[in-house]
Nanobody
Framework: QVKVVESGGGTVQPGGSLRLSCVASGSMFSINSMGWYRQAPGMQRELVAVASNGGSTNYGVSVKGRFTISRDNAGNTGYLQMNSLKPEDTAVYYC??????????????WGQGTQVTVSS
């Protein structure tokens, strides 16, 4: 069983910054990718950013140039640095991990979400 836990959400004024963290723990062989998704009320969940093994990253169009995703060397902890925040960034942010288990089985794991509110 793998557990994914996010932290770092909160309320910030427009133009401010926040840093989200995500830790994946439990029984796993490796983590292929860690990513961040967000869901605003009445909207579909959308990709924010994803970081894959090997260092490749991808960003949603609306956050490119403002957000930066990273992972620690062990690969089990991910971060999302969010700068120049806008009210439209307000959403629940979810961490996702694509995990490879011993025996070759892949599974998706999601955190419980952390609220980010951008408001003056």
């Amino acid at each position: 069983q793998v557990k994914v836990v996010e932290s770092g959400g909160g309320t910030v004024q427009p133009g401010g910054s926040l840093r989200l963290s995500c830790v994946a723990s439990g029984s796993m062989f490796s983590i292929n990718s860690m990513g961040w998704y967000r869901q605003a009320p009445g909207m579909q969940r959308e990709l924010v950013a994803v970081a894959s093994n090997g260092g490749s990253t991808n960003y949603g169009v609306s956050v490119k140039g403002r957000f930066t995703i990273s992972r620690d060397n062990a690969g089990n902890t991910g971060y999302l640095q969010m700068n120049s925040l806008k009210p439209e960034d307000t959403a629940v942010y979810y961490c996702h991990a694509l995990v490879l288990h011993l025996g070759g089985r892949w599974n998706d794991y999601w955190g419980q979400g952390t609220q980010v509110t951008v408001s003056s």
